[in-house]
């Protein structure tokens, strides 16, 4: 994925990308959760990917505010929404305790990437994503 790429996925998936007809909007990580269609695996792992096409970049002294402003806002909004108990999904009943979980998770390991590529710690940025990738390959999982 090239720094581009990873920009404009970061956009779709916190519905920050001006193209709001075009599919990846809705089906991203925060417009899949307004209205609620289930967690997609696929969108987490896209993020990270993207997270990692953009350390570089996001070392530098003057970071991409956009790109910041999605990761950060795409956090916000899937704790707010998903997370919280008087959240919408979870006030309304629409997602599983289970899901529940996956997705503060999900969240979780997305911000400590940012915070950890921002400090300069682009090697710790994804220790635990990258440990957690292999045992779920080493059992099937992928």
Known sequence: MTPADAREALLFHSCTHPAVDDPRWQKGF???LRPFTGLR???YHEVMA???ALAEPLQA???PREVVSAVVGM???ARAWGVDPEG???RNGLISAADVARLEEWIWTISYALAMILDGAVSEAFDEYDRRAATLDGEGGG
């Open 30 to 32: 925060i417009g899949s």
């Open 41 to 43: 695996e696929e969108n």
């Open 50 to 52: 993207a997270l990692r």
């Open 61 to 63: 002294d003057l970071v």
């Open 75 to 77: 956090c916000h909004f």
């Open 88 to 90: 919408m999904l979870g």
